[in-house]
């Protein structure tokens, strides 16, 4: 399966600022996935991107908060722009599923905004 | 709409002996594909097993099976001898379409008594 490396693995930053995490995977990958796991929740799908086209965002997120980009089938980042403490959560990139196995995922972003 | 449910947010087994977890889904597409996910504290997203909707064999992962029940839209995980690193948080998941959209359930936090 496809290894994905995530990184930062964790940030404490100011309210206001922004963050971006980044997502570099091992193969090269159609669809990558971005979600949020809130303190004690399930996972949550912010968007899905997509190689040389704008992301798909779900209902809820807009692309000014979480500007995503794709510049190549291998790479992508996700940016937390004019965080609040409520933007305190995980955050998991994911890549399409492989028939054998499955969903691959990051190692997750821990991000406390204070 | 497709949903998954698991209804135990809390479990505990004792070391070494059995415990299932339960997840009930829906969806009204004939392909479709379950997983369990295991999330320890490190919060790395792991798949345990997964199981394709048109297979009637339960899948079965060393010491992780499922019990499909493809008419009751039930896919309960069986962990058997359990062991201490078990402990984790337990999602059931499921994807159906073309869109390959993970749909999570809440989750179940295991613990793993000595």
């Known amino acids: 399966s496809a290894v994905i490396s995530q990184k930062p693995s964790r940030d404490i930053c100011q309210r206001g600022t922004s963050l971006t995490i980044q997502c570099q995977v091992d193969?090269?990958?159609?669809?990558m996935f971005w979600y949020r796991q809130q303190p004690g929740q399930s996972l949550t799908l912010i968007a899905t991107?997509?190689?040389?086209?704008?992301?798909?965002?779900e209902s809820g997120f807009v692309i000014d908060k979480f500007p995503i980009s794709r510049p190549n089938l291998t790479f992508s980042t996700l940016t937390v722009s004019n965080m609040s403490p409520e933007d305190s959560s995980i955050y998991l990139c994911?890549?399409?599923?492989?028939?054998?196995?499955?969903?691959?995922f990051g190692s997750g972003t821990r991000l406390t905004v204070v | 709409a497709q949903t998954v449910t698991q209804s135990q947010p809390e479990m505990s087994v004792q070391e070494a002996e059995t415990v299932t977890l339960s997840c009930t889904y829906d969806?009204?597409?004939?392909?479709?594909?379950l997983f369990w996910y295991k999330q320890p504290p490190s919060r790395q997203m792991i798949l345990v097993i997964r199981q394709e909707a048109y297979k009637q064999q339960n899948a079965t992962e060393n010491r992780f099976s499922v019990n499909f029940q493809k008419a009751a839209k039930s896919f309960s995980l069986k962990i058997s001898d359990s062991q201490l690193g078990d402990a984790a948080m337990y999602f059931c998941a499921a994807y159906a379409g073309n869109n390959r959209k993970l749909i999570w359930g809440l989750g179940t936090s295991l613990a793993v008594n000595p």
């Open positions: 193969s090269q990958v159609t669809m």
């Open positions: 994911s890549v399409e599923p492989h028939p054998n196995y499955g969903y691959t």
């Open positions: 969806t009204s597409e004939s392909d479709y594909y």
């Open positions: 991107a997509n190689q040389g086209s704008e992301a798909t965002y």
